[in-house]
């Protein structure tokens, strides 16, 4: 299955960016923290160099713990600050406006010697589609000043969003970039979403996830799906281990025969939403 989506309201947002940043003191990257690394937008370091760099991990109650302070280690090590978070919460916000300022602060000591005075630092957010940026600004603001949305796409033109006297925030579309060289990185993004689903093979992807979880997190998808009179056998092939989780979970069509579709889009809607437990599906090297 090849994964590839790249409209042509990208191409024009891409531009668009690239004037925009020398606006800009502080570049924010939101990453999925299930992918952190197959959802950074490769573009992205190019356009940001010489800027401050900040990556939030968003969605990171939906990630393994563990993995997690794996990949913020990772991150640091290569010169981001990081702050892992889940955007619908409030309360992680008071750390990100720290970090934030943190990672300005030289630029706000020039500021000060050069007399300018409470200058707020201006930040371009950014992110691949639907990794919750507007949901991101929307809490750090505390009111709906972004539009948000669960489908890829909902952001299409430029947004500043005043949030304190301290720091104004560029909002931009999400933007993936024109090929996948890595196929198994489309395949990862296509999981959590970041990839129009209408133009996906559901069936094919759920049998991609499963071989992923029987991988990482054995016994997940028995604690999910078994039941007393049947377990999932998760050292079957992942078509039958699809079966198994159409059958305990009644996914049936006309005359009870196994509709595959639905168990198909019950397994990727249930990972999407945490159902299956807090999963992270790469590890770095």
């Avoid at 024009?12 to 924010?28: F, S």
Wanted: aromatic share 6%; proline share 4%.
């Amino acid at each position: 299955m090849q994964f590839q989506w790249y409209p042509g309201h990208m191409t024009k947002a891409k531009r668009q960016m690239q004037e925009d940043i020398k606006l800009i003191d502080l570049v924010i990257e939101l990453v999925d923290a299930r992918i952190p690394l197959s959802s950074r937008n490769p573009d992205i370091d190019e356009l940001g160099k010489n800027k401050a760099r900040l990556i939030l991990m968003n969605k990171s109650d939906l990630a393994d713990e563990e993995a997690g302070k794996l990949w913020s280690a990772y991150f640091q090590k290569k010169g981001y600050y990081v702050v892992s978070l889940d955007s619908r919460n409030r309360n992680g916000m008071k750390q990100v406006t720290a970090v934030v300022m943190e990672a300005c602060k030289e630029k706000i000591e020039r500021d000060r010697k050069r007399g300018i005075m409470n200058r707020p630092v201006r930040a371009m957010v950014v992110g691949i589609p639907n990794v919750g940026k507007s949901t991101f600004i929307n809490s750090y603001a505390g009111k709906a000043c972004a539009k948000t949305g669960n489908k890829p796409g909902v952001t299409k033109g430029k947004q500043w969003i005043r949030l304190n006297k301290n720091v104004e925030l560029l909002d931009t579309p999400g933007i993936l970039w024109p090929k996948f060289e890595d196929q198994t990185v489309g395949l990862k993004l296509a999981l959590i979403g970041a990839i129009k689903d209408e133009i996906l093979n559901i069936d094919e992807l759920s049998l991609e996830l499963i071989k992923v979880l029987t991988a990482y997190y054995p016994g997940a998808l028995q604690a999910r799906y078994g039941t007393e009179e049947q377990a999932i056998d998760e050292t079957a092939a992942p078509a039958e281990i699809l079966r198994g989780i159409a059958e305990n979970r009644r996914c049936v069509a006309k005359g009870d025969e196994i509709d595959y579709s639905k168990a198909a889009t019950l397994l990727i809607d249930e990972f999407r939403s945490g159902k299956l437990g807090r999963i992270t599906l790469e590890r770095p090297d």
